[in-house]
């Protein structure tokens, strides 16, 4: 059973930084994609950014420049370094791994980015 984990949320002054952290459980072999996504409120949610098994990356247009995925394969844990951020960057982010045609969902966590 996988399971995903986030962490790292909460409240920052735009411009400020955060670092998101997703937690994987479970074996994990060969090809799959991890990604971050996020929901505002009223609105769909969105990918923000994935990074494949192989370590390639794409980005939403609004983050791009700003914001960095990465992973640990030896912790199983992907990273999300969101840096510059304005109002528009809240939402709840929530952790996806795609692997073997199955898509797996974290608990989501907030950033809020206020003065």
């Known amino acids: 059973q996988v399971q995903l984990v986030e962490s790292g949320g909460g409240l920052v002054q735009p411009g400020g930084s955060l670092r998101l952290s997703c937690a994987t459980s479970g074996s994990i072999f060969g090809l799959h994609v991890m990604g971050w996504y996020r929901q505002a409120p009223g609105k769909q949610r969105e990918l923000v950014a994935r990074?494949?098994?192989?370590?390639?990356?794409n980005y939403a247009d609004s983050v791009k420049g700003r914001f960095s995925i990465s992973r640990d394969s030896a912790k199983n844990t992907v990273y999300l370094q969101m840096n510059s951020l304005n109002p528009e960057d809240t939402a709840v982010y929530y952790c996806?791994?795609?692997?073997?045609?199955?898509?797996?969902w974290g608990q989501g966590t907030q950033v809020t980015v206020s003065s």
């Open positions: 990074i494949t098994s192989g370590g390639n990356t």
């Open positions: 996806n791994l795609n692997y073997r045609g199955i898509g797996y």
